[in-house]
């Protein structure tokens, strides 16, 4: 799987959109984007991926580069919950098998009232 | 829908002792994968089982194994703890299927003394 670089660490106010980047400039053309996040003592959640179009949920949305190399992610309006380390991972899936994730350290999202 | 169970919650035993952990993944889901993290080293894979057969695998020592179970639940066993297995254990479950994301635990914490 691709390597990942992210910042260590970001702060942002309650209510204001949270936007984490992740690079990803070896990412290859069958490689997804996931991003998940920890907040402790729990296990990770899944948040959201993509390939190439941008994507959004519930949760967050997606922004990929046109050369995939970089994506954002985007908690629109975060509160004091989404505090917590995020994760990109871009990941290879080729029909089953390779369920394996490698997470890099993440970037420590800190939100303040 | 319940989400990814495992059991117990914290565990405490003696270096040379064995441990067994248990998952229950979510309903539906066939793959099931196992997972360390540690301040040191932070996620890192030890195997994943689907429909009863380990078909990936990490870089752990043979004292961890598992197994998986006709009704998809996992369990994981290290034998012969040592200090450095001390360490919070997850657990994630998915469909299998090409990209499906994977749904983690909130794991067990195991401490060896």
């Known amino acids: 799987d691709a390597k990942t670089t992210q910042p260590p660490s970001m702060d942002c106010a309650e209510g204001r959109a949270a936007n984490l980047p992740c690079n990803h400039s070896?990412?290859?053309?069958?490689?997804?984007v996931y991003w998940y996040r920890q907040i402790h003592s729990q296990g990770p959640q899944y948040i959201i991926h993509g390939l190439k179009n941008n994507e959004t949920n519930e949760m967050a949305s997606l922004i990929i580069t046109e050369d995939r190399k970089s994506s954002t992610l985007i908690l629109p309006h975060a509160t004091l919950r989404d505090t917590a380390v995020y994760y990109c991972?871009?990941?290879?899936?080729?029909?089953?098998?390779?369920?394996?994730?490698?997470f890099g350290t993440g970037t420590r999202l800190t939100i303040i009232p | 829908k319940a989400g990814v169970t495992q059991t117990p919650r914290y565990l405490i035993k003696t270096r040379g002792q064995q441990v067994t952990l248990s998952c229950s993944p979510i309903s539906g889901h066939r793959s099931v994968s196992w997972y360390q993290q540690t301040p040191g080293q932070g996620l890192q894979f030890l195997f994943e089982y689907f429909s009863e057969t380990q078909r990936n695998k990490g870089n752990f020592p043979g004292r961890f194994s598992g197994r998986q179970f006709s009704n998809s639940r996992s369990e994981m066993n290290v034998s012969t703890l040592e200090l450095g297995d001390s360490a919070l254990y997850l657990c994630?479950?998915?469909?299998?299927?090409?990209?499906?994301?994977?749904?983690f635990g909130n794991g067990t914490r195991l401490t060896v003394t």
């Open positions: 070896t990412i290859s053309g069958n490689e997804y």
């Open positions: 994630a479950s998915s469909l299998g299927e090409v990209n499906s994301p994977l749904h």
């Open positions: 991972i871009v990941r290879v899936r080729a029909n089953f098998g390779n369920e394996k994730l490698t």
